[in-house]
């Protein structure tokens, strides 16, 4: 089973084709991309947030920051970025869907990470 990217998209940026941050060398913003089998319609979620190395030092709280859930640029090209999400997230194997999601969550954010079923 291989994975495949079915869209990619952010809640702050309309159209990710023609955006242009304000300050090319300080900026953060997330990404959802939808990964899911490949040849079949549907996936999970997976968050990453691109940033600049300015934009980290500028927004640190610690002086310790954990990489996951992060794709670090240091200049802005939206084309390089969403070619390089693709790279990142197109053709995980794995056995079955559980196996290709562990690995893909090592990398960003999984929507099911840490789920447990609700019981009553």
Same mark, same amino acid.
């Given at each position: ?8 998209m952010?809640?702050k ?29 549907? $996936? ?17 709280h610690?002086?310790?920051?954990? $990489? ?10 939206m084309?390089?970025?969403?070619a ?6 197109? $053709?995980?194997s794995?056995k ?5 999601s ?5 990398? $960003?954010?999984?929507?099911?990470e ?7």
């Amino acid at each position: 089973m291989l994975s495949e990217v079915k869209s990619i998209m952010s809640t702050k940026i309309f159209d990710l084709e023609n955006y242009r941050p304000d300050d090319y060398e300080n900026f953060s913003f997330l990404l959802a991309v939808t990964v899911g089998e490949k040849g079949k319609t549907g $996936g999970d979620l997976f968050y990453i947030d691109v940033c600049t190395p300015k934009w980290l030092l500028d927004n640190q709280h610690d002086d310790v920051i954990l $990489g996951k859930g992060k794709l670090i640029v240091f200049r802005f090209d939206m084309k390089r970025i969403l070619a390089r999400i693709r790279d990142i997230f197109e $053709g995980c194997s794995g056995k079955d869907w559980n196996e290709i999601s562990i690995k893909l969550s090592r990398i $960003g954010n999984w929507e099911f990470e840490d789920y447990r079923e609700w019981k009553m």
